[in-house]
């Protein structure tokens, strides 16, 4: 017999300003989902969970219900809230739908959105074992100073200082009555109970739990969960077809004022490379050992056609891709005119940024005399992990 009587209160209702991005910091999206997915990820699985309630701008109401129900996998009542001015407002309005069945409540920010499943049960065990209030706090690594207008006072000693994490949690009962009896404003509920004369006792934090606040926040998140990124280099090579009834496709796209490029395929040398730097940086092999001449159904196909496979066998390989550059070495055509066209084909298919440029060999060789296009390809990609994938 379960006891179910646990809640978890995801307080997601700031606005991210020290973030600088376009949207409310719980919708930013870190590895294809959101920072409220992330947070919401190990919260399925907690044992005894009765209630999740999760506080969000007024705006974001109808999208963090979807983005609720979809990753909870669990039949806990589930409540989205409008948060308030503060965080503590916005805990205050969840915690007044918090059902009275329940005993123990966990207050997480969303902007910790990696803490762990094991976080969260170690702070609710402490809780179940004590009655007191828990939360996860990390050793301090710094050397701290008290300072004073421009003058350092002293060296704090660090070995009693510890810095607060969430999930933090507090007998039902106990929270309730710090909320109703709160006549401040503080930035953590550990704070609040201790305002008024409530003890308040620790477990270990972990790295893995710390707080999204700035850009670099996310980038330091991004290599952890990613690692450093991969590259990789494609060349290909068409010759000029003297049929004239083909058409030339470069990029995807066709450009009617040129003679077509041979080749099992349509002899989109853009495309090609393309796939080839793709294809290596995965480690996926080469557009022959993928597509070659043995493959009938590739006979005469559009770039996009490889493309879009190789986009697909790249996530399958578990990498996002950052981004691709290519460029075209010949005389013809003449890319300037339509290269905002290309960018935008290509970048549709790969899903990334894709930029194409241009160069000549000075009349060398055999692009120097005209007889055929030559494409050259990087791409950055990036291994797409964090729990919920990518
Ligand atoms: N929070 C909230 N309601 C508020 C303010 C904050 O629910 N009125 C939540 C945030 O969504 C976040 C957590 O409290 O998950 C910690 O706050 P913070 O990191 O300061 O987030 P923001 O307030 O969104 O960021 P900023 O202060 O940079 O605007
Ligand atoms: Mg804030």
Do not use: C
Not at 17 to 43: D, M, Y
Not at 256 to 284: I, K, M, Q, T, W
Not at 307 to 322: F, K
């Amino acid at each position: 017999m379960t006891r179910r009587d646990l809640a978890v209160i995801v307080v997601a209702a700031g606005r991210g300003e020290r973030l600088k991005a376009s949207a409310p910091k719980a919708f930013v999206q870190v590895n294809g989902h959101t920072i409220l997915e992330h947070s919401l990820a190990p919260i399925s699985d907690l044992a005894d969970l009765a209630q999740v309630v999760i506080a969000v701008p007024e705006t974001h109401l109808a999208e963090a219900t979807e983005i609720a129900n979809d990753v909870l996998t669990t039949d806990a009542i589930l409540d989205v809230v409008v948060g308030g001015d503060t965080r503590q407002q916005s805990i205050a309005n969840a915690l007044a739908v918090v059902d009275d069945k329940i005993e123990i409540v966990l207050v997480h920010d969303a902007a910790r959105a990696f803490a762990s499943n094991s976080l969260f049960e170690r702070v609710a065990s402490a809780v179940r074992a004590t009655g007191a209030s828990v939360i996860p706090a990390l050793e301090i690594a710094d050397t701290i100073k008290r300072v004073s207008g421009e003058q350092v006072q002293e060296t704090v000693d660090r070995s009693s200082l510890r810095s607060a994490q969430t999930p933090q949690g507090f007998m039902a009962v106990d929270l309730k009555r710090a909320y109703a009896n709160a006549s401040d404003d503080f930035t953590d509920d550990a704070a609040l109970m201790q305002s008024q004369g409530k003890k308040v006792s620790f477990v270990a934090g972990e790295v893995e739990a710390a707080k999204i606040t700035t850009p670099e926040d996310l980038v330091g998140v991004l290599s952890r969960l990613n690692g450093p990124g991969r590259t990789g280099i494609g060349v290909d090579v068409h010759r000029f077809s003297t049929d004239q009834s083909k058409k030339l496709f470069l990029g995807t796209i066709e450009w009617p004022d040129y003679p077509a490029l041979e080749g099992h395929s349509d002899g989109d040398a853009v495309s090609h490379a393309l796939v080839d730097a793709l294809l290596s940086a995965a480690g996926l092999g080469d557009i022959g050992s993928n597509f070659g001449v043995d493959r009938p159904e590739f006979a005469g196909a559009n770039g996009s056609v490889f493309l879009t496979e190789t986009v697909r066998m790249v996530h399958e390989a578990g990498y996002d891709i950052v981004n691709a550059s290519v460029q075209i070495v010949g005389n013809r055509p003449k890319v300037s005119g339509r290269r905002a066209e290309v960018e935008a084909a290509l970048t549709k298919l790969v899903g990334a940024a894709v930029t194409l440029g241009a160069t000549t060999t000075d009349g060398l060789g055999f692009l120097g005399n005209d007889e055929g296009v030559a494409a050259v390809a990087s791409v950055l990609i990036i291994k797409a992990e964090g729990r919920l994938g990518s």
